[in-house]
């Protein structure tokens, strides 16, 4: 059953950011602004717009961008004429000065985004974000790997920063419909700001986990056309959008121009179809970062290590997100010890 928020549910479209992952950060401005033109016209609340790793990601570490994200940026916000261009900023690899950046080329909310146990890093761009008048929400990335009681303690820090909504990111495809119930209970009742939820589909739960999510109170939801996104994607918005119009809620954009973008536009900048594959599969089962992915398949291509056994051996390790460097030690570890 769906209950009823004070507040409208509003989708944060992410082909644009989380996307990048899949293509190797090698969109075109023309590919940003195709995208972006047709989401505004359907009414998408707002686009997020940058490297998969964040402001500051086009390193050789996380993976070089084709475009300047910046320039990205103010492409996706000239076609904009009703959503709001967002952008995902990690502290040790985004900083200010790119914040004050993108909010000078239109960004209108910024997703600070930190491991789940260590919001107070996300201080002061928080604080920033708000000084420069832009929606500043908390996102705690792989949130399956801490319990309810430590979720709850650094999203309330994140309040206490200043975010105006904190997201359940469920960053590996990982959690359980149950697990993803209690998380967001938890926060609504300890939180006064709004709750959002952020999915990967890697053990084919993603859109089953939003609607959860939806069921709880959560009012900021992530979607991703055709799921473009790391590892198996993300919750596919326009499937997503046509469950919640048949459930009988409105949400204000058009379900019939979402899948024609989806279809004609996002489908063509596919690299491979985006379907549950055994790395994927493993993903969700480990409980690995989603954009480990292609690292993984590469290292294991170059040390001739299966993708999925480096994966379980970070799942194991416990790796995050800015630990991309520890894929190919891993694989090279394996590789000695056949």
Excluded at 49 to 73: A, F, N, P
Excluded at 87 to 100: C, S
Excluded at 131 to 136: C, H, I
Excluded at 223 to 243: D, I, M, P
């Amino acid at each position: 059953m769906i209950r009823c928020s004070e507040k409208p549910i509003k989708i944060t479209e992410v082909c644009l950011r989380d996307g990048s992952h899949t293509v190797a950060h090698q969109f075109s401005e023309e590919q940003v602004r195709a995208i972006s033109r047709g989401l505004d016209d359907a009414g998408m609340h707002y686009i997020e717009v940058s490297h998969g790793d964040g402001l500051g990601g086009s390193t050789l570490q996380y993976g070089r961008s084709l475009v300047d994200e910046m320039k990205l940026i103010e492409a996706a916000s000239e076609e904009c004429k009703q959503a709001s261009v967002a952008v995902l900023l990690i502290p040790g690899i985004g900083t200010v000065d790119e914040l004050k950046e993108a909010s000078r080329l239109g960004a209108r909310l910024v997703r600070v985004a930190t491991h789940v146990t260590e919001a107070d890093v996300s201080a002061q761009h928080l604080y920033m974000a708000r000084q420069l008048g832009m929606e500043a929400v908390g996102f705690l990335m792989m949130a399956h790997s801490a319990p309810v009681e430590k979720l709850i303690e650094q999203a309330t820090l994140m309040e206490s920063y200043g975010a105006e909504a904190v997201y359940v990111t469920d960053s590996a495809g990982a959690l359980l419909p149950h697990q993803v119930k209690e998380r967001i209970r938890a926060l609504r009742e300890h939180l006064t700001c709004e709750i959002g939820f952020h999915a990967h589909n890697n053990l084919s739960l993603a859109v089953a986990n939003t609607l959860v999510a939806i069921g709880e109170g959560a009012t900021r939801i992530d979607g991703s056309l055709r799921c473009l996104g790391a590892g198996a994607g993300n919750t596919q918005t326009e499937v997503l959008l046509t469950v919640l119009d048949k459930m009988g809620m409105d949400l204000g954009i058009d379900i019939y121009k979402m899948m024609d973008v989806a279809e004609e536009i996002v489908g063509p900048v596919l690299p491979r179809p985006q379907e549950i594959t055994k790395s994927s599969l493993v993903m969700g089962y480990a409980g690995v970062y989603s954009s480990f992915l292609l690292h993984a398949e590469r290292a294991g291509k170059r040390f001739g290590i299966e993708p999925r056994d480096i994966l379980l051996e970070l799942g194991k390790r416990k790796a995050v997100g800015g630990q991309e460097d520890m894929i190919l030690d891993v694989a090279a570890e394996l590789a000695r010890g056949r």
